[in-house]
């Protein structure tokens, strides 16, 4: 429903930059601004803009290339507007400045200029966005927590959202690999956004799963689900799912990670060396993707030797009152991504108490990591792909 709500927005946003490229093309050249260039220019801008629609319902193969395609144009499309903006602005202000008619038009070399200058940025800033997102950098935390604990330290791996598919495949997992068995860590923790709403997506996962058992820690590797750990149809980042009575993951979900030594824990407290808790939960949406509730913080960590060190892995940093009461001394998690396309960074940091990095809550400690991978636009601008090292030491 949101997604036809909005793609009347959709449409105007492309009418207003299609018009404005034209009227560019238009200074540059007279050939430019004929039929024989334009018609040919508005198929090919179709194309890029109804590529979302079609990545939501083709199948097979040509679901991949619609996929990679929306997946780049979604990006393109955000800078190409945000700069477009920002040179329409400043055409207002020249016009103000001149006491010219707000709409009149502006000389052609000025047209020129600024159609080149918005060019130019959308280009170098593509390219950087789509660099970066495959870099991973280490992110530290040194957490001290106020219980007694029968271990000296605790060292923790934490990555998250990886979204595995169109955008995330087998060199970014071996990059991730590769820093988290450098860490020599003691438990290594996916917080949730494993999978990207499609297992076909995934090339080769026989090798990508193998990857994974190249992990190597004392205690092992866990995760939780997240709000894309389903299979569902996405359009334009907005999905459609049948509401069911069972869980709507596909099932080769849950055995790829079984095949790649990663335990999920589902609603459930696992005590681990004798010294200390791990919890995972459902993730938040599970009720209103596939009606089962998840169990309440209270109720999942009822019945523990509180005295112990609790860590829980939570997909969605939005229970961080509610575990801390319930006990909760160290929460993880992942989802937001720092926003990570700018500037959505700016608007997460509203919208969430702890959008990224560490947040103490009372005694509690809370950790988002701004993720190892991307959703929707492969590109990261004023975020980083990143794998987080915690270093937790106790009383």
Partial sequence: MAALLLSPFYL????????????????????????WFVCPFLLLYLFLALSPLAAA??????KGVFQR????????????????????????????????????????QALRIGGGAVFLAVLLVSFYGIYHARHLKVCRYQVKLSKKCSLPALRIALAADFHLGYNTGKKQIRRLVRKINSMHPDLVLFAGDIFDNDFDAIAQPEKLSGCFR?????YGTYACWGNHDVAEV??????????????????RMKEFLERSGIRMLEDETLLLDSAFYLAGRLDASCLEKSGVPRLT???????????????????????????SKAGADLVLSGHTHDGQLFPGNLTTRIGWENSRGMLRKG?????????????????????????????VTFR
Wanted: aromatic share 12%; with cysteine; net charge positive.
């Fill in 214 to 218: 190249e992990l190597k820690s004392t």
């Fill in 12 to 35: 105007l946003l492309n009418y207003y930059l299609l018009r404005r490229m034209l009227l560019w093309f238009s200074t540059l050249n007279s050939f430019l601004g004929r039929i």
């Fill in 363 to 391: 005694s509690m400690v809370s950790i988002v990591t701004s993720g190892a991978g991307v959703w929707g636009p492969a590109m990261r601008i004023g975020t980083s792909s990143e794998v987080v090292e915690i270093t």
């Fill in 234 to 251: 996405i359009l334009a980042g907005f999905t459609f799912s049948p509401k069911t009575s069972a869980h709507t993951w596909d099932p």
């Fill in 69 to 108: 395609i929306c997946n780049y144009w979604l990006g393109i499309l955000l800078y190409f507007l945000l700069f477009l903006f920002a040179a329409d602005l400043i055409g207002l202000f020249y016009r103000l400045s001149r006491g010219l008619p707000v709409f009149s038009r502006l000389p052609v």
């Fill in 57 to 62: 319902f083709t199948k097979g193969r040509p």
């Fill in 297 to 323: 913080a209270s109720r999942l960590l009822s019945g523990l030797q509180k005295e112990k060190p609790v860590i829980v892995l939570d997909h969605q940093p939005s229970s961080l009152q509610e575990l």
